[in-house]
C-alpha cells in the first residue's frame, strides 16, 4: 500500500528545529532589552533680553531755593578786663570717726539698779495622783468629792478606750499582740497635748495614739488655786481573743 502524502512534504519533520530557532531568538531580543540604556536628555535654555532703542525718563524738575547766609559772629573787644576773685569758698573737712589703738574708750558703767528683770513664769505640770484638784471629766461635775472626780475621771477614760477602740488589721494579720504604755498632758486649757506611748510594735502605738487624741475636752486641773497642766498615765491591752 503506497502512502497517502508525499515525505517530502511533511511539514512537521523539522517542527523541533524551528521551536529552538525561535525560542533562542525571543531570549535574545529579551536580553538585549535588558541591556538597552537610556539617558536624559539635556534641556537648553536660552536667555533673552529685550533692550528697547528708545528710552523715555522724565526728569523731574528741581527749584532752587536761595536762603540767606547767617549773620557774622560778633567780634572780641579791643580791651580784655581781667576780674579778680575775690569770693571765698570754705572747705568742709570731714572728720575721720574710726579709732585707732591710742584712743581711750571709757568704760560704760552700768548699775544693778538700773536693770530690770522680768522673771519668766513656768508652767507648772503636777501629776494626777498629788494634784489638789482634779481635772474634771464630762459629767463627772455634780460629784463633790476629790476621790469620787478622781474615780470617775478613770472610768470615763477607760470607757472612752473601750468604746473606740479598734484593733489594728494589720496587726490581727501578724498576730501582733501586747501592752502599750500612753502618758499624756492634760494643759491648762483642758486640751490634751504631749502624747508619749511605748509599746511592742509601732501598729499597736499608733492605735493607742488615736484614742487618746480623741478624748473629749475637760476642766483643767487646780493647784494653789490657779489652773496647771496634769500628767495622766493609761496602759492600753491589745488581747486577741480565741
Not at 107 to 131: G, L, N, Q, S, T
Request: aromatic share 6%.
Amino acid at each position: 500500500m503506497k502512502p497517502k502524502k508525499n515525505p517530502n512534504a511533511d511539514i512537521g519533520r523539522n517542527s523541533s528545529l524551528y521551536f529552538m530557532i525561535g525560542l533562542t531568538s525571543v531570549l535574545f531580543v529579551t536580553w538585549q532589552s535588558f541591556e538597552v540604556k537610556t539617558y536624559e536628555k539635556e534641556t537648553h535654555v536660552s536667555d533673552v533680553v529685550h533692550v528697547m532703542d528708545d528710552l523715555k525718563e522724565d526728569v523731574p524738575v528741581t527749584e532752587i531755593v536761595q536762603t540767606t547766609p547767617p549773620p557774622p559772629p560778633p567780634s572780641a573787644p579791643d580791651v580784655i578786663e581781667i576780674v579778680d576773685d575775690v569770693e571765698d569758698i570754705e572747705e568742709t573737712i570731714i572728720e575721720s570717726t574710726e579709732s585707732n589703738q591710742d584712743a581711750f574708750i571709757e568704760d560704760a558703767i552700768v548699775k544693778i539698779d538700773d536693770v530690770m528683770v522680768e522673771e519668766e513664769e513656768e508652767e507648772e505640770i503636777v501629776p494626777f495622783a498629788i494634784i489638789e484638784h482634779v481635772p474634771v471629766f464630762p459629767g463627772c461635775e455634780d460629784l463633790t468629792s476629790e476621790e469620787e472626780r478622781k474615780e470617775c475621771f478613770n472610768q470615763k477614760v477607760q470607757e472612752h478606750v473601750k468604746n473606740t477602740f479598734k484593733y489594728p488589721t494589720a496587726a490581727l494579720e501578724m498576730n501582733i499582740t501586747g501592752k502599750v504604755f500612753v502618758q499624756f498632758v492634760i494643759d491648762s486649757q483642758g486640751r490634751v497635748t504631749n502624747i508619749q506611748k511605748r509599746g511592742p510594735d509601732r501598729l499597736l502605738e499608733k492605735e493607742a495614739v488615736r484614742i487618746i487624741s480623741t478624748l473629749p475636752k475637760v476642766q483643767p486641773g487646780i493647784q494653789r488655786g490657779k489652773a496647771v497642766k496634769v500628767t495622766y498615765a493609761i496602759p492600753i491591752s491589745f488581747v486577741m481573743k480565741r
